[in-house]
């Protein structure tokens, strides 16, 4: 007797959303970590033009203006990002929620398997010894 398990076709695609889930929620972080990686970047562009040339001097007005203007589109930006990277956080937090109940009904399912098994096993031990019993008794009737 082999085993096979009652609600195997729920099992697997029970692991297949479980992999699907896994996939958005990678997906998911490899956005937020694209989105902090441009905002380090951006602030690190920041910093150079900040302490970039200590001794520089602005010597027209257009040259300030034209300095202060990337600045402030670079801090634009970084604004910008950071609203993206709350939304992006939150999609985060939802597709981890929907992987972690995921794995909760697929190792639901595998659990059932177990104890199902256990129970065929200890069926199969149960059938296996009363057909020894059978034997040992005709054994000892023919003597």
Do not use: C, W
Request: glycine fraction near 4%; hydrophobic fraction near 30%; charged fraction near 30%.
């Amino acid at each position: 007797m082999t085993f096979k398990f009652s609600l195997e076709p729920v099992l697997k695609v029970n692991e297949h959303r479980e992999k699907q889930q896994q996939q958005k929620y990678a997906a998911q972080v490899q956005q937020m970590q694209s989105i902090k990686d441009k905002i380090s970047s951006l602030r690190n562009q920041v910093n150079r033009e900040d302490t970039s040339e200590p001794g520089y001097q602005l010597n027209s007005i257009h040259a300030f203006r034209a300095r202060y203007g990337v600045l402030e589109q670079m801090h634009v930006e970084i604004g910008k990002l950071e609203k993206e990277l709350t939304l992006v956080d939150e999609r985060v937090e939802v597709e981890r929620r929907k992987l972690v109940e995921a794995h909760r009904k697929t190792h639901m399912m595998e659990t059932m398997k177990s104890k199902e098994k256990k129970t065929f096993t200890y069926q199969v031990g149960q059938i296996e010894q009363g057909q020894m019993d059978e034997v040992a008794a005709q054994i000892v009737n023919r003597r």
